[in-house]
């Protein structure tokens, strides 16, 4: 039945409407495959899983932004894959060592 309206609109010179109904089903069907790919292929290349270098708490986040740890509420930003600390300029930061304290006797 299918093939006998088809053979008719080509026949009549209708052709055209044809071939813009295949191509508007084929755009339809190829659109949201494209786009799911598209967009995995963006996440694979810019989400990024690491560790808040305050807390160590793991989460993800979008590459090269800023971002608050959801654990200790750090404002970090992401860099080449991983978190670094948003600090204002000037800031010099420290890390503080532990030393054992051995007394002598005079």
């Not at 755009?27 to 290349?45: A, D, E, F, M, S």
Request: glycine share 8%; net charge negative; hydrophobic share 50%.
């Amino acid at each position: 039945m299918t093939l006998a309206v088809i053979g008719i609109l080509i026949s009549i010179g209708l052709g055209w409407l044809v071939k813009g109904v295949l191509i508007l089903i084929a755009v339809i069907v190829i659109t949201p495959i494209l786009l799911i790919w598209g967009v995995q292929w963006w996440l694979k290349r810019n989400l990024i899983q690491g560790q808040c270098p305050v807390c160590s708490h793991e989460f993800p986040a979008l590459n090269a932004t800023q971002c608050q740890c959801p654990n200790c509420g750090e404002l970090l930003k992401v860099e080449e894959g991983h978190f670094s600390r948003l600090t204002p300029p000037g800031t010099i930061d420290v890390k503080a060592v532990d030393v054992s304290v051995q007394q002598l006797e005079e």
